[in-house]
């Protein structure tokens, strides 16, 4: 992961670590809530689908086989290497868009989805105020938005199992990292 010029982390994952992502955490973890979110944000034939922070693209192949070939979906990530390993995936025969980019300054005119969806992203996006407005700014009315966080941290005692363990073994930082997770509230 490296840092931005004003020390916060990016979420830069690099080498193995994308492939890493989706097989200790997408499939143990992910794989029955991205369903959900994608069956909650009701995307239908032809619809056009934004994922915001879409990671290794877990719910945006879910969502472009729901959009089908009539519809329009855009994969969107400030994280070239999980855009990468979400481009090696070829799980659906619907197309899909993968765009790098922040969102809190995204390159899509006003009005142009039908439904914005993010799972587990916005919790490491430091101008959250930011990217919910251009959510709302990318969206069509009427349009469809579906976020999905995580919890505080207290709620997960065995993620913060993980973190107190890696704090002692490995340190503070890494511990942080593991926490920034949950810190949405």
């Keep these: 992961m490296s840092q931005s010029s004003s020390g916060a982390p990016r979420w830069q994952l690099e080498g193995n670590a994308p492939l890493a992502y989706d097989t200790h955490?997408?499939?143990?973890?992910?794989?029955?809530?991205?369903?959900?979110?994608?069956?909650?944000?009701?995307?239908?034939?032809?619809?056009?689908?934004?994922?915001?922070?879409?990671?290794?693209?877990?719910?945006?192949r879910l969502a472009a086989n729901k959009a089908g070939p009539a519809g329009q979906v855009v994969g969107f990530d400030l994280n070239a290497g999980?855009?990468?390993?979400?481009?090696?995936?070829?799980?659906?025969?619907?197309?899909?868009?993968w765009r790098v980019g922040s969102a809190?300054?995204?390159?899509?005119a006003d009005a142009t989805f039908d439904c914005v969806i993010c799972q587990h992203g916005l919790q490491f996006i430091p101008d959250k105020a930011a990217a919910l407005s251009e959510m709302h700014r990318v969206l069509a009315d009427p349009g469809r938005t579906v976020i999905s966080v995580w919890r505080s941290i207290e709620h997960y005692p065995w993620q913060a199992a993980i973190a107190d363990a890696v704090?002692?073994?490995?340190?503070?930082?890494?511990?942080?990292?593991?926490?920034?997770a949950f810190s949405f509230g």
Excluded: H, W
């Design 25 to 60: 955490i997408v499939d143990v973890f992910l794989q029955d809530y991205s369903r959900r979110l994608v069956k909650v944000a009701a995307i239908k034939a032809g619809d056009r689908v934004l994922d915001v922070a879409c990671g290794t693209g877990v719910v945006t």
């Design 104 to 108: 809190t300054d995204m390159p899509f």
């Design 167 to 180: 704090e002692r073994n490995v340190g503070s930082e890494q511990a942080a990292q593991i926490r920034s």
């Design 82 to 97: 999980m855009l990468a390993r979400a481009r090696a995936s070829r799980e659906t025969a619907a197309a899909i868009e």
